[in-house]
């Protein structure tokens, strides 16, 4: 067991080299044969020279966002089940690779609030996600979220797909139905529902294994229904209608 961690902790650090490397190789050449030399052409030619770099930045992340989300297509590395917490178990050999892969740029981009690019990663790295999505969040096992249309998931808010108790881990997808929201630095816990229309408020914790029903809003910590709120229309000021 303990020979095989070594192997896998070796195996983690090529595949994050090679992956993060090949993502590097467009971006490096842009900067080094157009770049540099442009900056190098009096003034025009620098002001043109700092416009690129921020372009080659934002080539960089799209480059990363798509060698990461390749790499896990080719590899497989998707995972299910409850397993013991054993790296010779495939499923568990296959997390630690796939955060491996996806993490480091997935804090980047969440970082960076750049919301098109995250959905694109998560999607190619195996999650379901609907039209008009908004990812604010940070998701933590994309192969198994599914989001429905036009759904929103705040800001420093966390899915999380996996759990470990008593030296167990377990994978359970989070399913967000259509027209939901998950209120800013909340939080969904394996297994966890939101049925079409539900809302989580934020900074609420919704525990594993738990269902919002359709068109429900719930809150707190632990996630639990809130009152439906009255809305009372404000009357008029006496005179108000009165010609001036």
């Known amino acids: 067991m303990k020979g095989f961690g070594f192997k896998l902790v070796a195996l983690m650090s090529v595949l994050f080299v090679f992956v993060h490397g090949v993502a590097l190789l467009v971006p490096a050449a842009v900067f080094r044969y157009l770049i540099l030399p442009l900056a190098n052409r ?61 993490f480091p740029t997935a804090v980047i981009i969440d970082f960076l609030h750049l919301y098109s690019l995250k959905t694109l990663h998560v999607s190619l790295l195996g999650g379901k996600v609907g039209r008009g999505v908004v990812l604010a969040g940070m998701i933590t096992d994309p192969c198994l979220i599914e989001v429905g249309d036009y759904s929103n998931i705040g800001g420093f808010s966390t899915v999380m797909c996996h759990s470990t108790e008593r030296g167990r881990i377990r994978f359970a997808p989070v399913r967000i139905g259509r027209n939901c929201g998950v209120g800013t630095r909340s939080t969904v816990l394996a297994g966890a529902t939101l049925e079409d229309g539900a809302m989580l408020g934020a900074g609420s914790l919704l525990p594993k294994y738990v269902t919002i029903p359709a068109g429900e809003t719930w809150g707190g910590v632990p996630a639990r229904p809130l009152p439906a709120t009255k809305v009372v229309p404000r009357s008029k000021p006496e005179g108000s209608d009165k010609p001036q």
């Open 42 to 102: 009096g003034l025009l030619g620098f002001v043109g020279a700092v416009f690129l770099v921020v372009v080659d930045f934002l080539l960089l992340l799209i480059m990363l966002v798509v060698t990461t989300g390749l790499a896990a297509r080719l590899l497989g590395l998707r995972y299910s089940g409850e397993h013991e917490v054993d790296l010779r178990i495939p499923a568990v050999r296959n997390w630690l690779l796939n955060f491996t892969v996806y």
